[in-house]
């Protein structure tokens, strides 16, 4: 269910394989699939709907016999006519019905004689076979939700049978201390070294084949889900469904939720299509989302999973909520800043919005052609190509030679914000269109800057002109070098010289002796470094004020990305130093020293 990812490539990389780009033109796409074959799942990050915003909100309205009550069948049948209606062209195909379809709005279950979840008969009284097969009439896929292992409830003392189990019962299929599993705790745990726990899985994978879904959304799930130790290890239990889904010779994709471990990635990537990388996006609040809690909190956490998306398997961002205007909870440029990362991303673009009273502001957001194209396209998530400050840049590099490129301001106040082309692996010329405003901006010179509102986004495709850049690199790990407080050389399987400077934590600092450039200026210094998570650094050239930069996480302690950094050099020889100050800092492989200075400020962008 997984096939390799596309490379990100860090910017050195990027310069290389720009090289027989401005040579010989533009490069060829994959090659399509062959004619009258099925899409394989998840060829593409899936476009859709989904029900769980609106249950989870207190919007006026939307949940009035209480907590969750949205979910209904009649609800889903709307909504099912809306996506049909006015987005299933722009390749919007799944409804999918998230939790609480077994349970009344006293959020009491009901369980079929096998202790499997079925309808409450009050939500959905056509029950869900019925229900997906309008789905499907209308030409769209049908999804469905599961927690994962087996429901306290439908444990039945033990004595709950099991289909096609031969015997086996709801006892044989757990651990006999009934220990808890999944982010709420509210089933016990599958025991997959007992052969009747594999059955179960199966009898609900052949259920839910049978209703005709298309798509399982397994949820709690752990190493993640707010969890972790042995007993909500559930990577057996994906194993499992992996597995029963096969079995049923039905092609259904299996999304797995929420904030899932990264350091299980490979299990992840092994056995599903999509992973929840963060915490629901949803308020829980009298809107949908709002911006601190939590769209935000994905533009620190996108990055270290940008690598592990690919064709088989996406990153999945969450819910896409930008079309209701005030229901939304968000200003328009967050709305638009929303859309961009989620694009950019390579995330799922599935919508949990009212589709029944989308403005034409959400309307446009939701079926811009190009920005959609950014999504699905045969290319690499996008990842940082400048610190996570307030004012960021992201790139990457697609099958054509063109970058796609967005710049974005976090900031609560506006600001300007630049795309330097020597951060992208170019100097010079580029051709720039505008995606969301479909619109051919002419030729660029050597960078892109735009006056951004708060929490305000632009999304570009570049198209470069110019030449890769000359630049000369200086190892860390260099014996010319300086360290200080716990500083030290390490070993490095994944950097240039095989080596790094780790330990940069409460004082410790790398300092980089005789850095020589021709004439004074600010250079865009390229830092390669390594980092598991997120941390600041302090940086600075020979006595100078120290600015602090906050790198993003790589994804693990052994992968290298680069970040460039604007570093102002004296002519001749000078030296640049990483100091952790009181916090801890990434670790650093190498940087990159531009043999040009970033051009004066004054100078015209375009051309």
């Known amino acids: 269910m997984w096939s390799p990812s596309y490379a990100v490539l860090p910017a050195r990389a990027l310069r290389a394989a720009l090289v027989p780009v401005f040579a010989a033109g533009l490069l060829t796409t994959a090659p399509a699939a062959h004619a009258g074959a099925p899409a394989p799942v998840a060829a593409t990050p899936y476009m859709g709907w989904s029900s769980w915003s609106m249950q989870s909100s207190k919007y006026p309205g939307l949940n009035p016999d209480g907590d969750y009550s949205y979910l209904t069948e009649a609800n889903v049948d709307r909504q099912t006519d809306a996506l049909a209606a006015k987005l299933k062209k722009y390749g919007y195909q799944y409804v999918n019905i998230d939790a609480g379809w077994w349970r009344d709005n006293a959020w009491k279950p009901e369980y079929d004689r096998y202790g499997r979840q079925k309808a409450d008969p009050v939500r959905f009284p056509s029950g869900m076979k019925a229900v997906a097969d309008r789905i499907h009439a209308k030409g769209l896929k049908a999804g469905i939700y599961l927690p994962a292992g087996l429901e306290k409830e439908a444990y039945g003392d033990g004595r709950t049978p099991i289909s096609g189990g031969d015997g086996c019962t709801t006892a044989d299929i757990v651990y006999s201390d009934l220990r808890t599993t999944n982010g709420w705790d509210s089933s016990y745990k599958l025991d997959l070294s007992r052969p009747c726990a594999q059955k179960y899985i199966d009898s609900q994978a052949e259920s839910i084949a049978g209703w005709g879904y298309d798509f399982l959304k397994l949820d709690g799930v752990g190493p993640g889900s707010g969890k972790s130790g042995d007993q909500y290890d559930n990577v057996a239990d994906v194993a499992a469904w992996n597995k029963a889904i096969a079995a049923t010779g039905r092609p259904i ?78 200003t328009k440029a967050e709305r638009q800043t929303y859309a961009t990362l989620w694009a950019i ?200 004020q120290a600015v602090r930069h906050q790198f993003p996480s790589t994804g693990d302690w052994g992968t290298v990305e680069t970040v460039s950094v604007p570093v102002a050099l004296k002519a001749g020889t000078d030296t640049i130093t990483f100091d952790s100050g009181s916090g801890y800092a990434p670790d650093i492989d190498r940087i990159d020293v531009p043999e040009s200075p970033r051009p004066t400020p004054g100078s015209p962008p375009r051309t």
């Open 345 to 544: 991303s390579k995330s799922p673009l599935y919508t949990g919005d009212d589709l029944t009273r989308l403005d034409d502001y959400g309307v446009r957001l939701l079926t811009n052609r190009e920005v959609i194209a950014v999504d699905q396209a045969p290319a690499p998530p996008a990842r940082p190509v400048t610190p996570s400050d307030a004012q960021q840049v992201w790139a990457a590099r697609n099958a054509d030679g063109s970058l796609t490129v967005a710049l974005f301001n976090l900031a609560d106040a506006p600001a300007p914000v630049t795309a330097d082309f020597s951060a992208l692996g170019f100097t010079g010329k580029a051709a720039v269109r505008d995606l969301w405003n479909q619109e051919n901006l002419g030729t660029y010179r050597n960078r892109i800057t735009e006056a951004l509102p708060a929490h305000g986004s632009r999304l570009f495709t570049v198209t470069p002109h110019g030449t890769a850049p000359a630049a000369t690199a200086y190892e860390a790990e260099s014996s010319g070098n300086t360290l200080g407080g716990n500083a030290s050389v390490a070993d490095c399987s994944a950097c240039s010289g095989q080596k790094k400077v780790g330990n940069l934590y409460l004082g410790g600092r790398l300092r980089f002796n005789d850095v020589v450039v021709d004439r004074p200026g600010t250079y865009l210094v390229e830092v390669a470094y390594v980092s598991g998570d997120a941390r600041a650094v302090d940086i600075s050239a020979g006595t100078g």
């Open 253 to 330: 994709h299996l999304e797995l939720s929420w904030s899932l471990d990264i350091a299980h990635a490979a299990d992840w990537k092994k056995y599903a299509n999509g992973w929840r990388i963060d915490t629901d996006v949803e308020c829980y609040c009298n809107t949908l989302v709002s911006w601190e809690n939590s769209v935000d909190d994905r533009f620190g956490d996108a990055p270290g999973w940008s690598r592990h998306g690919g064709p088989g398997g996406w990153n999945d961002l969450d819910s896409l909520d930008v079309g209701n205007g005030a229901m939304d909870g968000l």
